[in-house]
């Protein structure tokens, strides 16, 4: 029974059916219109507003697509594109405020990551609730979100390198940032989207498409989510952060604390903390001047291959010695990525399935990525090592950096 | 001297200028990126997240298009130009959080329109220094930007049925909403863009773009502005400034304080109040239920005419009585616009002249709107009158208001 | 079963089933592609150089979503979508070079229509074998391509102000004139149809869009289709067809001979006749004239109510005698069309239905085109008489034509 | 002075000066319009039905822009603007029906390319007498059309890797195609463009848009262009008209008889010539087939490396032989392009020179491909062996191919 049509500029409409909606409706979902997609990307692109909300309705929206071609070809049935749809519509549920950048405070400091409070969230709050009193499985929910063995492709169709989540945030992120790398012919994949050996396939008349889309994944990530102003403004906010934590306890894990934790309203807290001591001062200058936009001016920065990735701490160190600068006032970001995106369990993806249909036979054919120009060319890991500092003390960290990483930039 | 490109997705590229940048990058200006440009139609079109920030670049962009197609004719100079994208850039720069809603109450309890800050705020805050330094006269910029009878066609350029404000957030609204309503072929109204007797004018051929325009803003109000759940959310939000005003004093108008507001800022605000008295309780539960989505229920709609329209107190309080339900709990709206654009000084726009050229020779007509048949029709204002109540007071409300508003929805 | 998917720039993909495919496949439909959807238009517009061909396949994959769409209603079944599919792929099976220009000559001389010679094809060529062998009924799709009153809504699919006819046409001129009038929001009339009483009727969520296309139809039809330098070329045309006929035999009826007749043929067919009469003569310099785009110049215009409308060959001695000009340079040309598309029996629409649903309930109103303000607008047919005459002649004729006409242009 | 613009899809308006009108509108132009600019594409992407025409004032638009980008930097002043605009809409005149298939006819018989019939055409048709009386250069027109070693940039912005030609034809034939392969970012390579050595170079930040356009230009090859069944009906019509040369004189390069060849006309003639002997019987058979879409069928494919590429008439003879087919009834092509573009004198392109603005200093460096892994990875030829036969000869054919090429297909 359809319930609603939203209006959405990346997919037209997107309907949304009973039980969705109870959850779309609940208070921890509805949180999610309040954290941006971008964390600080809209300093650097205005537009970039959009949210955690929009494109989880979009990742639903893909998802159940996918699954209904899989389905058209007898690899689903209609009870599993529902379970489908709902574990696409959650798989970000458990972000918490400016996305990326809280989680990595969470890593260092509890070893959980956004999937983990996804699975306590739909498992232990009022989410769950409404998953069983509709009838559904939540464990199965959970399982499908964030990856079990034997659920391969249809994890893969949540996230991986033929995933709705990719579909949906490379045209969503371009859409809303105006930087147009994002030409994802994603009705066409889907549409070509097949199953073999329990893996996500494609027929080979899709390739075009497929090698397009991982190259927009490859310049959204070297023109927007690792631009160097967009980092600047991320390094600060995560700093912010750090620092403002063990006054505020952003990370306690108390889901009912969690669920509060917008955007907007970590940057309000740490701009109404008292200055009673230098972490809290600091904190709040950096929350000042990141809602000011007088961010960080990045002094070096080097592309580099993974085994030159030094530790951040002993260089931020040398540096701030070698320029004299006190160490709080000097940043060292390493940007890291697979340049293609990884499987639903974390792994390199190094091969794709085509299937080639001839006269009326299907043939499936495993190539690897290496055997695909385009796609082999962007094999190797962006890494991008970067040195940030105030625009006092610009002059001074410069040179430093240089010295001590080699001016080759 | 350029300063830097911002990448827009309306626009691809918005050009800034030295002091133009300045501006912007000024804490006042900044906050801009806080309000959003429909208040509260994110919750009925999720991705209408963007803000008065972006839109204000925009309409510095599109002025400056128009100005430009102008110089090119003869009717204006670079230093006009200049002055004309900094005051289009500025020409929102009084909107408190939420836009139009806290102008409202702005104009209920202080008599002040956005347009009344912004002058204050030009004239009196850093934004003026920074004109002033960088060699701009200050008030005219205000002239420009607000109104004045000597400038006629350049305030035409700013608001107006021409203005670069329309094009800007009909196009805007219509990419972020996703209503798709908005089908405006801005470059070739702009490149038709002439001057007659001081006022602007258009060339003929580019009159079916301009009937198309018309219709668009004509559907964006019925479509999204005064959406009727687009409606709720305003409604309750802007019961709930009220409320809280007295306490938090929102609309004191000291300056400092007042660039503090923006929306989330408010939503926050409200959220924390202590509830020792009744009014302050209500509006912690109005803003409450505004973040989760727990909107009013629209229990009566109909369009009138203008004469139709009562005020709303006694009938609010006449459908309270009624239906045996407290007033606070009953709520009237009555959106009301011009269905064509109002001219700057806020008259209503009765005509255009139209060029026709015609072997070499140029002709001007006024052509009165009645006389183009598409614009004619939808010159009468458009009058919604709407009763709003909770969820659990829908059906008593409903009853009262079709009573006494007779029955013929 | 599919057969193929045909990439097209509108739909993306046109999926494409056996018996179609074998019907594109057949010369007959094959000839499609070397007829121009816009006659002359080209000329003004040069990028129109679309076919009957893709309109066709167009019209094929819309009417077949509206199929779809009124399946999952439950007013058709799978086997009357496939019927309407097919009526609708050969909507315009009948129409000859230059389409409506061949098809004035033949009303003229032989009293028919291409909708007659539509009939003629399907029910007595290699078309009507391929329908019957593949099990179906050719008289069937007859009635639904071409109108018959037990099928009125599905004629409606097909044609009139709702059909897939239109929503193709003025979607695939304007992206392929450029034209950018033609904002067509088909997928949301597609998903919003619905029906009452046996006829066609809208959920009252697509008004808007309903609005918008009616209001692309009339500029389509003022800035493309009755252009006055697009008439122009198709009154030479349609002229150099009608001298040349008697020698050629164009109207001949003969259906073999009929299918030879494409655009580029007719004119090299005239080209290369010999000059042994004044008509021969006239048609080739006409034919010349159209392909190296010499074209007559409009010296008259204006926009008429029906009555105004005097016959055309009286008032072309008129002015031939007036300015002393050979009648047969000059050409007097009134294009005329419905404001408002034509219901399929060719009479006018006067109203739509709507259905509201709210709160479960499905209410149907007829509402009179008279009380939706844009549409009424556009009520009135739209009359243009405009004269024409070589460049040499131009002054001449254009003032015998303003003292006979009245100046008032 | 303006003296018209014309409505493009592509590129919105393109506007025409007095001297550029006068050649659009002569006939040796005109016929621009009969050519297409895909040859045999539409026969499987029907709406591929644009010609040269509207690809020429394209090229002219763009090179315009691109000319008048580099006049904003000082390296063109505004005469040189202009003589660019008319070599860009000159570079194509001297094509022949089928564009590049002709071609290939007539470099076999008379070891010319279409570019030396444009300098032909231009120099001694009233093309050059146009230019002439106008006050343009003809012979200057010439060198910067086709290539001339002290005009380089010039000429690389007319074609070459980052030509007004390419960003024309890749966004033109995505558009009409329906391909979408064909995202090219032109107008922000435009604003990127310097000189650097007398040669084009590039803004690095702009390089993510080059690899863009580059990658787009591989798989428009790959998915248009190359594609198995364009090339058929290509490869039927290659032959068509080597067939009918010898009695027809197609080739016979008498510039009148030549300025009357268009697609149609060449189709046409071959059609209604008398059958007297085998080679004409085989060309009309191929024309009429061409015509109704009976292509050849792929049986064998391969992508080579150069070095593989055997000479085509003894592979034919050995496959004709094995397979005991007429020889007439095997095709053998190989469809060969540089997979990156070359530059105008034909050479390999192997580097781009990159502008890095830092703090006001302008850096270049000359990057080469292959330390740009993306357009490194298309660095190698693409070249494509395919053997064609018809439908009734297709296994016997297939089996033969294969077993003298080796199945691995």
Not at 155 to 180: K, P, V, W
Not at 254 to 262: G, S
Not at 362 to 381: N, T
Request: glycine share 4%.
């Amino acid at each position: 029974m359809t319930v609603l049509d939203i209006i959405d500029p990346i997919h037209d409409f997107i309907r949304v059916y009973e039980t969705e909606l109870k959850i779309i409706d609940s208070p921890i979902f509805q949180r999610l219109r309040r954290i941006r997609q971008l964390s600080g990307a809209h300093l650097t692109y205005p537009s970039a507003q959009h949210s955690r909300f929009e494109h989880s309705l979009g990742v639903m929206h893909v998802a159940g697509q996918a699954a209904s071609a899989l389905k058209e070809n007898g690899f689903l049935d209609s009870d599993q594109v529902a379970d489908i749809r709902l574990a696409a519509l959650l798989h970000d549920i458990g972000h918490g405020p400016f996305s990326h950048l809280f989680e990595e405070v969470l890593q260092e400091k509890k070893k959980i990551s956004h999937e983990d409070l996804g699975r306590r969230l739909i498992l232990d709050s009022e989410i769950g609730d409404i998953l069983s009193k509709s009838g559904f499985n939540k464990k199965l929910i959970v399982k499908l979100a964030f990856g079990d063995p034997r659920y391969r492709f249809v994890n893969e169709i949540i996230s991986g390198s033929l995933s709705a989540d990719m579909m949906d945030y490379l045209q969503r992120d371009g859409y809303f940032t105006g930087a147009e790398h994002a030409k994802i012919d994603h009705k066409r994949i889907i549409q070509s989207l097949d199953v073999y050996k329990s893996r996500l396939a494609l027929d080979r008349s899709a390739l075009y498409s497929f090698e397009s889309m991982i190259l927009s994944r490859y310049q959204m990530f070297k023109a927007v989510y690792f631009h160097k102003t967009v980092r600047s403004a991320e390094v600060m906010m995560l700093e912010a952060i750090r620092l403002a934590d063990k006054s505020v306890g952003f990370t306690s894990l108390d889901l009912d604390e969690y669920v509060k934790l917008t955007d907007e309203f970590v940057v309000s807290k740490i701009l109404s903390l008292p200055e009673n001591n230098e972490n809290l001062r600091r904190a709040k200058k950096l929350a000042q001047d990141y809602q000011n936009r007088r961010l960080f001016k990045c002094v070096f920065e080097r592309i580099m291959t993974q085994k030159d990735l030094k530790s951040k701490e002993p260089l931020r160190d040398k540096i701030a010695n070698k320029s004299k600068i006190n160490k709080n006032d000097v940043f060292v970001d390493t940007s890291t990525t697979s340049s293609l995106p990884l499987t639903p369990s974390k792994e390199k993806t190094k091969s794709i399935t085509l299937i080639a249909k001839d006269s009326g036979k299907s043939i499936a054919k495993e190539i690897p990525f290496s055997k695909i120009p385009v796609v082999a060319s962007m094999a190797e890991s962006m890494n991008i090592l970067r040195v940030y500092t105030t625009a006092q003390y610009r002059k001074k960290v410069e040179i430093a950096a240089n010295s001590i990483l080699g001016g080759q930039k």
